[in-house]
């Protein structure tokens, strides 16, 4: 949390000016094995992509420059944790979802996030949303599973599903800009993640547990879409 509020103190008066070597830092922290080094620069990334959040288009430049290196290294090191079923890999992969969300929240940059990029995070959202909960969340108790990283993994990528598809994917709600990528979305990528919110609600069905915040997520996905 320390780290957290110190960089996002330093981004917001020194990047890019000042402070233009934290994206090579953050690049050279993400390729290192050590899982507390690549968590800190995870939190130093999504403090950089939250200081530009809420800023137009124009002023996104810096942060757009940055990520045309780092957002292909996020992703790479977030299909490379999918395999693996232990709590730190979904905490490492939850924090890179968060990082997703916060970039494409309010505008979607489409010179950075081309179709084919596009096309690659879908497919990894799908993946996270449509695959099972390890077995050893059975040891704990409803309540306590609904705090499990590998349930808050699944939250954040139908966060963005969701998000993306209200503001970007609705052709009848969606700014000028974006009306010819809403009906390639909706052409492309509908049907895909409707079969994989139907088995989760499936599941439901079957008495499988589901969180309670995804189930909500996932009706609210359908009822939009």
Known sequence: VQLAVCVSNIVKYDFPGKWTGIVDKISVYLQMNDTNVCMGALLCLYQLVK???????????PLNEAMNMLLPMIYQRC??????????????QKQILKIFFALIQYFLPLNLITRDVF???????????????????????????TELSWWKCKKWALHILTRVFERYGSPDGVA?????????????YTAGILEVLLKMLDQYRQKVFVSPRVLQLTLNYINEA
């Open 176 to 188: 000028p800009e974006y009306q010819e990528f809403s009906k390639y979305y909706l052409k492309t």
């Open 51 to 61: 200081n530009f959040e809420y800023k137009n288009s124009e002023e996104r430049s």
């Open 119 to 145: 096309s690659q995070w879908m497919e990894l959202l799908r993946s996270i949303v449509g695959r099972p909960i390890p077995e050893q969340a059975a040891a704990y108790d409803e309540e306590e599973q």
């Open 79 to 92: 299909l490379q944790l999918l395999p693996d079923p232990s709590e730190v890999s979904a905490l490492l």
